[in-house]
T-cell receptor
């Protein structure tokens, strides 16, 4: 039962343009959402998070949008840079739970 | 500030053998979580240790076990290895068992079972 889904295994974007990565979830108990970025041979690194009491959180070039009624979140990267090429994981947790539930990841490639 | 370190980086074992993976948590962090990442998948929660006690477990069989030491470092032990145990094993540390502060991951141990 895949509670967090990233339906696009890969995404290719031109440098300077906007990258939009999408994530859907099914568990209505999830109230905290995060995005992690992973380079080859490294562990995931935290990018940005959002609580369910908000619908938007921004940090520099990165913005996460949450649509609770649709159980959907997205990560926007503007402008995209070559160093953004990596695998991006969406993750979710419920209050009091000890675990993060991850999606399958989306491989983002930024083309010069 | 020292980050999360894991050892070894790579390991090859034979089916039926036992393996121990090690993790040193980030300075100041008292909680360690272990995740398994199979090829092409996202990380899956194995268990969490908080102040030397297991504090939550995912859908993994009992042959996956762990320990946390007084210095908050941790071990993941897997007995009776199966081919499907081949994966990247990630350790993550955090403060106080909660998930409202982001997990800090190590670079993982790549386990291959033949």
């Amino acid at each position: 039962d895949q509670q967090v889904k990233q339906n696009s295994p890969s995404l290719s974007v031109q440098e300077g343009r906007i990258s939009i990565l999408n994530c859907d979830y099914t568990n209505s108990m999830f109230d905290y959402f995060l995005w992690y970025k992973k380079y080859p041979a490294e562990g995931p690194t935290f990018l940005i998070s959002i609580s369910s009491i908000k619908d938007k959180n921004e940090d520099g070039r990165f913005t996460v949008f949450l649509n609770k009624s649709a159980k959907h979140l997205s990560l926007h990267i503007v402008p995209s840079q070559p160093g953004d090429s990596a695998v991006y994981f969406c993750a979710a947790s419920a209050w009091g739970a000890q675990k993060l539930v991850f999606g399958q990841g989306t491989r983002l490639t930024i083309n010069p | 500030e020292t980050g999360v370190t894991q050892s070894p980086t790579h390991l090859i074992k034979t089916r039926g053998q036992q393996v121990t993976l090690r993790c040193s948590s980030q300075s100041g962090h008292n909680t360690v979580s272990w995740y398994q990442q199979a090829l092409g998948q996202g990380p899956q929660f194995i268990f969490q240790y908080y102040r030397e006690e297991e504090n939550g477990r995912g859908n993994f069989p009992p042959r996956f076990s762990g320990l946390q030491f007084p210095n908050y470092s941790s071990e993941l032990n897997v007995n009776a290895l199966e081919l499907d145990d081949s994966a990247l094993y990630l350790c993550a540390s955090s403060l106080d068992g909660g998930l409202r502060s982001p997990l800090h991951f190590g670079n993982g141990t790549r386990l291959t079972v033949t």
